[in-house]
């Protein structure tokens, strides 16, 4: 019998940046997030990765609209709720916390800064460890987010400092014009630097999203897909819907014997508590 575990795929399915012009079907509103996201868990997701919008589609990290977000979510799907408390280039470090508040499931904390495209995604050391003090007070598991290799790095000098929660998981999102390439050695390298007992993701960036995902499912990873990292289908062809993407590498998942975990058997491998 396989030890290797069942794969948990990630929707991330709004993000911060993509715009409806761009995809059509990018869902913004939380009822949209909410259908979204169900419609991505009966395909094969496990984990709902979360922004928020406001009306006119402009990112926000107000607690209140994640509010309404997760309870749209939650009562379409029993999808673990992870939040993001990377929001926007250009945000605080206050206003991106506060989804924290809400006691999500999980949440993403970012291991440095970034050039990200033509801005830079500042991550000051003091207000990562705010970060990391504040996701475990309200019970959460951080998912460490790594844009290069220095950051892996710096997650592991924590860890062995006991300054992050072990076990860990990591996303390595690959491909951001500035940071970490979306290639097939960047992914190997990064494996090769974690930690013993880790989980781990890969976020490939547009036409890397395919490639990673099928890659990390053969190296024993797990796979993140959405409208927030890519939203075609393949050259030319935009996505239907984030469901879509999610069956897509669900079904490569079979073909190379990782079928998708559900919800209850993604958080066993996270070690999250069952949900009530």
Known sequence: MSTVPKLIITAALTGAEVS???????PITPEEIGVAAAECVAAGAAIVHLHGRRADGTPTQDAAVYREIIAAVRARCDAIIQVSTGGAVGMSAQERLAPVTLRPEMAT???GSVNFGRDVFVNAPDDIEAFARAIAQSGA????????????????????????ASPPHFDFVLGV?????????????????LPAGATWTVAGIGSAQLTLGTMAIAMGGHVRVGFEDNVYFRRGELARSNAQLV????????????????????????GLAPRP
């Open 20 to 26: 409806k012009a761009q995809q059509p079907a990018l």
């Open 247 to 270: 069956a897509r590498i669900a079904a490569i998942g079979r073909l190379l014997e990782r079928p998708p975990a559900t919800p209850t058997e993604a958080r066993a491998l996270l």
């Open 141 to 164: 598991k951080a998912e460490l987010e790594i844009f290069d290799a220095g950051m892996i790095a710096t997650a592991n000098r924590w860890l062995a400092r006991g300054l992050l």
């Open 109 to 111: 904390l970012s291991m």
């Open 177 to 193: 014009p500035g940071a970490m390439p979306g290639t097939p050695e960047a992914l190997m390298y990064l494996k090769s630097q």
